[in-house]
Structures are given as C-alpha cells and as structure tokens.
Nanobody, 117 residues
Framework: QVQLVESGGGLVQAGGSLRLSCAVTGSIVGTSTMVWHRQAPGNQRELVARIFHFGGTDYADSVKGRFTITRDNAENTVYLHMNSLKPEDTAVYYC???????????WGQGTQVTVSS
C-alpha cells in the first residue's frame, strides 16, 4: 500500500529556510510525477512545484528562484527546499504522487508551514 508522509514544517521568520520531506512507502517515486501543493486558509490549493519521472521540474511563479524540488529515488523521498521564505508562503503543504503508468494518485496528510513577519 502506497503512503505519503510529509514532515519538516514549522514556524520560521521571514527570510528563513525550511526543508520539507515527503517519504513514500512503495517504490513509486522514480516512476511518478511528484508534486508539492499548498493551501492557505480561505484559498484554493495551488501547485507549488513538481518533478517529473525523467527529472525535469517546474515551479509556480511565486516560488521560482526560492524553492527547489529534489528527489531521492533510492530513499523514496521527495524534498522541497524553501529559501527566502515570505509570510505569504504560510500554508499547509501537501505531497502528491501521480504514477506514470496511470491509476490513482496518492496524497499525504500535509505539513504546516508558518512564516512570521
């Protein structure tokens, strides 16, 4: 059974950094598009960053140059490195796995990131 567990969230001052982790049970990281989303109170969930099975990445305009998504296939873990954090980055961050070969996708339970001004 595939499960995604996020960790690494917390409270940080503006300008600070955090690294989020998404640990995946089941060896699907290398054959999935792995995506980080976030949802702030009262807002819709938005895509933050994704890494494709072949290694390509893309980012929301709001985080380009500040966030980096990486993947460790051997550890079945995906990371979101967040630098120069802003108060508007405050949200619950979710990890999603979209398998290359179809079928259902998978979501984690989310981790809270709070950036104080």
């Amino acid at each position: 059974q595939v499960q995604l567990v996020e960790s690494g969230g917390g409270l940080v001052q503006a300008g600070g950094s955090l690294r989020l982790s998404c640990a995946v049970t089941g060896s699907i990281v290398g054959t999935s598009t792995m995506v980080w989303h976030r949802q702030a109170p009262g807002n819709q969930r938005e895509l933050v960053a994704r890494i494709f099975h072949f290694g390509g990445t893309d980012y929301a305009d709001s985080v380009k140059g500040r966030f980096t998504i990486t993947r460790d296939n051997a550890e079945n873990t995906v990371y979101l490195h967040m630098n120069s954090l802003k108060p508007e980055d405050t949200a619950v961050y979710y990890c999603q796995a979209v398998p290359l070969y179809g079928g259902r996708d998978y979501w984690g339970q989310g981790t809270q990131v709070t950036v104080s001004s």
